[in-house]
């Protein structure tokens, strides 16, 4: 359980690191970014932290770019776009959808709120903030399809906590017809051949594994034609 720990430990830590006509949409009392030009090719994008960004890798290691080159490797119509940042909470994620969206998604893979767990936030407040993020990608594209990925927290934080916690990511894709996949590092944590040095963020082998999970949920997604 403390290896699992040390898995989330750090995810808050920062680090350096013609489809759809042009729209306004005002949300929470604030203007939406017009769109991007528009590209014949669909979008993927992929929303996160630490993992989804690649901590301390090359981003082609990281676990969007190897569906990208699996993408790519079937001349598939899609672009993979990864919008991943290292130390992001479901109110920074709130706060930075807004600009994301300048790209229109047709499927949003959401991968959020291990580090609002760590902090021990209010379960109640974290779900409220992923729900406006769905709200948002939803209400730019109706027809998007969403991936959920969804975390774990150590138990120290107490029984209750913890089982609440994992209930919100099968709540929200209950709620919102969304793909979910209950634990994005299930391969992953807890091995140290597939952690970095720090025995926390997955290695390139380590992504290697979470592609192929996401692959699994992802494939039945895309339009293939």
Same mark, same amino acid.
């Given at each position: 359980?403390?290896?699992?720990?040390?898995?989330?430990?750090?995810? =808050?830590? *920062? =680090?350096?690191?013609? +489809?759809?006509?042009?729209?306004?949409?005002?949300?929470?009392?604030?203007?939406?970014?017009?769109?991007?030009?528009?590209?014949?090719?669909?979008?993927?994008?992929?929303?996160?932290? @630490?993992?989804?960004?690649?901590?301390?890798? &090359?981003?082609?290691?990281?676990?969007? $770019?190897?569906? +990208?080159?699996?993408?790519?490797?079937?001349? !598939?119509?899609?672009?993979?776009?990864?919008?991943?940042?290292?130390?992001?909470?479901?109110?920074?994620?709130?706060?930075?959808?807004?600009?994301?969206?300048?790209?229109?998604? &047709?499927?949003?893979? !959401? *991968?959020?709120?291990?580090?609002?767990? #760590?902090?021990?936030?209010?379960?109640?407040?974290?779900?409220?903030?992923?729900?406006?993020?769905?709200?948002?990608?939803?209400?730019? /594209?109706?027809?998007?399809?969403?991936?959920? $990925?969804?975390? *774990?927290?150590?138990? /120290?934080?107490?029984?209750?906590?913890?089982?609440?916690?994992?209930?919100?990511?099968?709540? !929200? @894709? +209950?709620?919102?017809?969304?793909?979910?996949?209950?634990?994005? !590092?299930?391969?992953?944590?807890?091995?140290? /051949?597939?952690?970095?040095?720090?025995?926390?963020?997955?290695?390139?082998?380590?992504?290697?594994?979470?592609?192929?999970?996401?692959?699994?949920?992802?494939?039945?997604? #895309? *339009?293939? /034609?």
């Amino acid at each position: 359980m403390r290896l699992l720990m040390g898995v989330l430990g750090l995810l =808050c830590i *920062e =680090c350096q690191g013609p +489809k759809k006509e042009k729209m306004n949409v005002i949300l929470q009392g604030k203007e939406v970014p017009k769109p991007l030009p528009a590209t014949q090719k669909r979008v993927i994008l992929f929303f996160g932290n @630490s993992i989804t960004a690649g901590y301390q890798l &090359d981003m082609n290691q990281a676990f969007p $770019a190897i569906i +990208k080159q699996k993408i790519d490797s079937l001349a !598939l119509n899609y672009q993979v776009i990864n919008a991943g940042l290292s130390g992001e909470t479901t109110a920074s994620g709130k706060n930075r959808i807004d600009w994301v969206l300048r790209t229109i998604p &047709d499927i949003f893979i !959401l *991968e959020l709120g291990a580090n609002d767990g #760590l902090r021990g936030l209010p379960l109640r407040e974290t779900h409220k903030n992923l729900q406006i993020i769905i709200d948002k990608v939803k209400l730019i /594209n109706p027809e998007v399809k969403i991936i959920i $990925a969804g975390m *774990e927290v150590p138990p /120290n934080l107490g029984e209750a906590y913890t089982r609440q916690f994992r209930n919100i990511f099968s709540d !929200l @894709s +209950k709620n919102n017809a969304a793909v979910l996949i209950p634990f994005l !590092l299930v391969d992953v944590a807890g091995r140290p /051949n597939l952690n970095l040095t720090d025995g926390i963020h997955p290695t390139p082998e380590g992504h290697l594994l979470v592609a192929e999970l996401v692959w699994e949920t992802l494939l039945p997604l #895309l *339009e293939l /034609n």
